[in-house]
C-alpha cells in the first residue's frame, strides 16, 4: 500500500511538474543583419504607459539616423512615433510583443526630441518614405504616426501607419480589443518576415 501510494504521488508530482516548464524559444527568432553601422542609444520607453513585461530591444536613432537606412543600404525595423501620442501607445505594445516573438530590435526615431531636424534633412527623409503617407484630401500625402518600416538594402519591405481601421480612439482609456490586437500584429509580422535575412 505504501508504495502504490508513493507511484501515485509521483506521478502526480511528475504531471503536475510539466506544467512548470520553462516555454521553448519562439519559432520565429529571425536575424536582420543591418551593414550600415548606425549610431544608437538605449531607447527610454517609460512614457509608453500601456508598454509593460519584457521589452525588446528599442534601440533609439535620430532622424538623420534612419535617413542613413535608405542612403547607405541599412536593414532594419523603424518606428517612428512618440510618447504622448495616443495611437502610439496603444500601437507600441503590440510592435513590442511581435519583435519579442522574432527577436529584432526596433530602431525608434522619437518624432517630438530635440533639437528639430533641419527641413532640409526632413525633406530627404521625406523622399524615401513618401510612399508610405496617408493621401488626406486636399492636403495629398501627410506623414502620420505611428509608422512602422521595415527596410533591408535601402528599400522598404514593408509599412503600416496608426493602428486599425475597426479601431474609433476617441476615449482617453479606450483599448483595442483582441481582434484588433491581432490584426495589428499581423501588419508588423508581415513587415519583420520581409526584413529578416
Given at each position: 500500500?505504501?508504495?502504490?501510494?508513493?507511484?501515485?504521488?509521483?506521478?502526480?508530482?511528475?504531471?503536475?511538474?510539466?506544467?512548470?516548464?520553462?516555454?521553448?524559444?519562439?519559432?520565429?527568432?529571425?536575424?536582420?543583419?543591418?551593414?550600415?553601422?548606425?549610431?544608437?542609444?538605449?531607447?527610454?520607453?517609460?512614457?509608453?504607459?500601456?508598454?509593460?513585461?519584457?521589452?525588446?530591444?528599442?534601440?533609439?536613432?535620430?532622424?538623420?539616423?534612419?535617413?542613413?537606412?535608405?542612403?547607405?543600404?541599412g536593414?532594419?525595423?523603424?518606428?517612428?512615433?512618440?510618447?504622448?501620442?495616443?495611437?502610439?501607445n496603444?500601437?507600441?505594445?503590440?510592435?513590442?510583443?511581435?519583435?519579442?516573438?522574432?527577436?529584432?530590435?526596433?530602431?525608434?526615431?522619437?518624432?517630438?526630441?530635440?533639437?528639430?531636424?533641419?527641413?532640409?534633412?526632413?525633406l530627404?527623409?521625406?523622399?524615401?518614405?513618401?510612399?508610405?503617407?496617408?493621401?488626406?484630401?486636399?492636403?495629398?500625402p501627410?506623414?502620420?504616426?505611428?509608422?512602422?518600416?521595415?527596410?533591408?538594402?535601402?528599400?522598404?519591405?514593408?509599412?503600416?501607419?496608426?493602428?486599425?481601421?475597426?479601431?474609433?480612439?476617441?476615449?482617453?482609456?479606450?483599448?483595442?480589443?483582441?481582434?484588433?490586437?491581432?490584426?495589428?500584429?499581423?501588419?508588423?509580422?508581415?513587415i519583420?518576415?520581409?526584413?529578416?535575412?
Open positions: 500500500m505504501m508504495k502504490k501510494t508513493k507511484t501515485i504521488l509521483a506521478a502526480a508530482a511528475l504531471i503536475l511538474g510539466a506544467g512548470c516548464a520553462k516555454p521553448e524559444e519562439p519559432v520565429q527568432k529571425a536575424e536582420i543583419t543591418n551593414p550600415v553601422d548606425i549610431v544608437y542609444s538605449a531607447a527610454d520607453m517609460s512614457g509608453y504607459e500601456y508598454l509593460s513585461g519584457d521589452t525588446v530591444e528599442f534601440r533609439e536613432i535620430t532622424l538623420e539616423e534612419s535617413i542613413r537606412f535608405f542612403k547607405e543600404g536593414s532594419g525595423i523603424l518606428y517612428y512615433g512618440k510618447d504622448d501620442c495616443y495611437w502610439c496603444r500601437a507600441v505594445p503590440e510592435l513590442n510583443r511581435v519583435a519579442l516573438e522574432y527577436g529584432v530590435p526596433i530602431y525608434y526615431i522619437n518624432t517630438a526630441a530635440y533639437p528639430m531636424p533641419s527641413q532640409e534633412k526632413v530627404e527623409l521625406v523622399s524615401y518614405i513618401e510612399e508610405t503617407f496617408i493621401s488626406v484630401e486636399g492636403e495629398g501627410v506623414f502620420f504616426v505611428p509608422e512602422v518600416i521595415g527596410v533591408k538594402n535601402g528599400k522598404i519591405t514593408g509599412a503600416h501607419v496608426s493602428l486599425v481601421d475597426s479601431f474609433e480612439g476617441t476615449i482617453k482609456d479606450k483599448q483595442l480589443d483582441d481582434a484588433q490586437k491581432e490584426e495589428l500584429q499581423g501588419y508588423y509580422r508581415t519583420i518576415e520581409a526584413t529578416v535575412d
